[in-house]
């Protein structure tokens, strides 16, 4: 199984990286009941305003392939177009655990 680990930092207002960091959750959500290769999904919203980070999501898959069929998804495209515009940073880290 891979992990997919995938933190954003948004631009904005914290009302506003507030508000598209609830629909961007609420989108990721309902992906594995969409995208058959997709395992489980966790998205965490940042509660410690002392930190720089808005969004971390977890998902679980069997391959590392399947990371790819995952992103290319059109439900996963449509999630993702939520903060396409408000996104400021990216990090993702992708590995292996049983």
């Not at 997709?38 to 808005?54: F, T």
Request: glycine share 4%.
């Amino acid at each position: 199984m891979v992990k997919h680990i995938v933190s954003f930092k948004l631009k904005g207002t914290a009302e506003e990286r507030r508000e598209v960091a609830e629909r961007f959750k609420n989108a990721l959500m309902e992906l594995p009941a969409q995208i058959d290769v997709l395992r489980s999904m966790e998205v965490g919203i940042n509660e410690n305003p002392a930190e720089d980070w808005d969004v971390v999501l977890t998902a679980v898959v069997p391959t590392m392939d399947d990371v790819a069929v995952y992103a290319k998804h059109p439900a996963h495209v449509a999630a993702a177009s939520i903060i396409g515009a408000h996104k400021e940073a990216r990090a993702c880290v992708d590995y292996y655990f049983s």
